[in-house]
């Protein structure tokens, strides 16, 4: 059993503790959090061994602890990442992994420098429907990528601290990421716009990776939740619908056939429209998933896919994405 300390417990610490709890591979010994209202609803909610405390210092430096579980608001979390590998503990951090490339190769070279892990909850990637996508990429199944399309937005949570793009995208740019075994785009562009606070609560990104054309747009101002990713491949295209309970993923054997015309080297296009395939796909929890992934690489002492190269990769992305925002207000 890896045992950890989970700091913040907040919307999102609350979901991460739950699994901590169940967890087979990972032992919850101590949470903090700084509001004592939601210290108190820990004490009430958590079983009665771990130590709900006020803050962190004393128990970094505590032999008790093997790992560190961030679930912060991203401003504090880079300075508790630090703090916790300089006493030798193995991060488990909330995505964004930092607020800029600058910070994330601070925390990268902290890990390289004291041998430890470093795992961003890019929790997308551990999804079974986003790993059953892969593997049909892998293979050939949908034939070369041709665009992507992404939506995920909903009616808040306004974040104060990060806009939409580092809140919403990060998870889109994960798992592009991890289609494409590394994202490089060769040209990007973003727009957002603020209505509420300093950070854009809108965003639209779009980027180009070689041929393959990418759309995210993220959200906190929309009247319906949606989760929506659209992938066309030349040979099939496949819609995954997060929000719906059951057959989340659709497959058309649908596409453009390209064929001789009359006229010798004039070519026809045609439409075809053929069956719609939605596979049984076992129920995983993604945030399980990330978490158990995270213990199974400090056991094993190997990267998380999910660690410091992907985080590299993403940074940079949003990184770029950002300026561009910057520049597209001007
Ligand atoms: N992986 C996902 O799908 C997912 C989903 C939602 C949020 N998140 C991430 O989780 C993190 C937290 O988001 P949230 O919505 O729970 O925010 P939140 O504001 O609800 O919770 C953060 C909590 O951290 C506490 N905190 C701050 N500094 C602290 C410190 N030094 N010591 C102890 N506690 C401290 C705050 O008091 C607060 O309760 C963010 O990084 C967010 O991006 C991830």
Redesign the pocket.
Known sequence: MIRVMQ????????NVAKKLVASNLLELVAL????EQ?RARAKSQLPGEIEILS??EEMLASPKIDAVVI????E??FE?AMAAMEHGKHIFI???VAKNVELARRLITKADEKNLILHC?H?MVYNPVIRYIKRMIDSGEIGDIMYIDISRINLG?I?KD?NALL?LAV?DIAVIDYFMDGLTPNELSAYGTKFFGKQETITYLTMKCGDVLININSSWVSPVKTRRMVVAGTKKMLVFDDVKMDDKLTIYDSGIDVVQGNVYGEYEFSTRVGDIHMPHINFEDS?QNSLEHFAGCVEAGKTSQSGPEQCLRVMKVLEWAQESLQNNRQ
Do not use: A
Not at 7 to 14: F, H, L, S, V
Not at 32 to 35: L, M
């Open positions: 700091i913040g417990y907040g919307y999102w610490g609350n903090v959090e700084t509001d939601k803050s962190y679930c912060t608001q991203t504090y979390s508790i909330e995505k964004p909850d929790l949570p974040r990060i809140d998870h945030l």
